[in-house]
């Protein structure tokens, strides 16, 4: 499985790719990042991510695409940027038809260290051991985009057996109707 991994931003958007099957070692095969200037006004800024992610998926060819869950932070005007650039890094793997999971930074945190709460050297720590490389990738963005692709190799599997066996109890479980309350007698509370 090869993954694409992204985290959002509009001054720095993190990118790494990374193969493997989960149980198996993984291989990093691009990290990086696609810079704007934040001088620079919205729309060019929102176009250079997307051509530097274009540039990306073309290279690459990613079978799936990993993206950070949003979450509400305190700086508004952050959120929004990153938002945004989540955004089209979804548009961009969705007009190609790749498949895109979102997922949430104690997700992946917890996937690659073993803790929902680890900071980003730890991160980066781990990253580096799982991918086996001599230094942990700079900047932190980077590093966070391979643990987002090493999340989703390691959970996808897990994932997509629950979503088969949820939509086969589905198949196979008949749909409910509602069914009307029974009529009472007027004689001492009896039913029909």
Do not use: Y
Request: proline share 7%; net charge positive.
């Amino acid at each position: 499985m090869r993954v694409l991994g992204v985290d959002p931003g509009l001054t720095r958007c993190g990118v790494g790719v990374v193969e493997g099957v989960a149980g198996r070692p993984l291989t990093m095969l691009g990290v990086g990042v696609v810079r704007t200037p934040a001088d620079a006004d919205l729309g060019h800024r929102l176009v250079a991510v997307e051509q530097g992610l274009e540039r990306w998926l073309d290279e690459h060819r990613p079978e799936f695409v990993a993206v950070e869950r949003v979450f509400s932070q305190h700086n508004v005007r952050t959120v929004m940027g990153t938002a945004q650039a989540s955004a089209v890094a979804i548009l961009c793997a969705s007009r190609r038809g790749i498949p895109v999971a979102l997922h949430t930074p104690s997700e992946v945190k917890a996937a690659v260290t073993g803790s929902g709460r680890a900071d980003k050297a730890q991160v980066g720590a781990m990253v580096t051991r799982l991918l086996r490389l001599d230094a942990p990738p700079r900047p932190a963005d980077a590093a966070d985009a391979l643990a987002l692709a090493i999340c989703h190799i390691w959970r996808a599997p897990a994932q997509n057996r629950l979503q088969q066996a949820v939509a086969a109890h589905a198949a196979r479980t008949p749909p409910t109707t509602p069914r009307a309350p029974a009529a009472r007698h007027a004689s001492k509370g009896r039913t029909a």
